[in-house]
């Protein structure tokens, strides 16, 4: 009888060390911690998990996740159609959302192009993307995916499939506030010196 009650625990401990940054150590804990906190945390948890579950939805036009077939980033009217922040995948969108300066429209990619993988463009929503920017008067597109080798080439990908067609820019790379030269690779500190501007 005893294993069977530790089955579902440890089933839940398992599930839980799938999540990103949680080992099965830390998994665990939280899992420990929610059934010590269970009217507290863990029923409210698992009610919200179940209602999610349910509505959760990838929006039809950008790929963005809400609860309706059109988030409500693409319903807001007073958002800028000619601007398209392209990102690789919903967190970038939060992100660059969280820091409020943006007020233009996004398209979320899915991921990035990366022959290692067999993720080619048709894997992601690359052909969605010029269909926007041809039936929504996209005036200018940022590109704001991240610096790696697959989101730079995904980045050159699109410039080639969009050249010619609309304005296209990239986030400026480099030195973030705060950050000490010590501390930054060798590529940042390249980066930065490339894209300097006049004080």
Known sequence: MAEQDMREIETLIALMAKMPGLGPRSARRAVLHLIRKRALVLTPLADAMSRVAETAR???????VGT?????????????????????????????????????????????????????????????LVDRVTSEGVTEVILALNATIDGQTT?????????GRVKLTSLAQGVPIGGELDYLDDGTISAALRARKEI
Not at 58 to 64: P, T, Y
Not at 110 to 115: C, D, F, N, V, Y
């Open 58 to 64: 990838e929006c039809l036009n950008c790929g963005n």
């Open 68 to 128: 309706r077939e059109i988030c409500a980033l693409c319903a807001d009217a007073t958002r800028e159609n000619g601007e398209l922040c392209v990102v690789e995948d919903v967190a970038d969108l939060w992100a660059m959302e969280r820091a409020a300066v943006f007020k233009g429209r996004y398209h979320v990619l899915g991921g990035t192009l990366s022959a290692l993988d067999a993720v080619g463009p048709e894997d992601l929503r690359i052909p969605r």
């Open 155 to 163: 980045a050159h990908y699109i410039a080639d499939q969009l050249s």
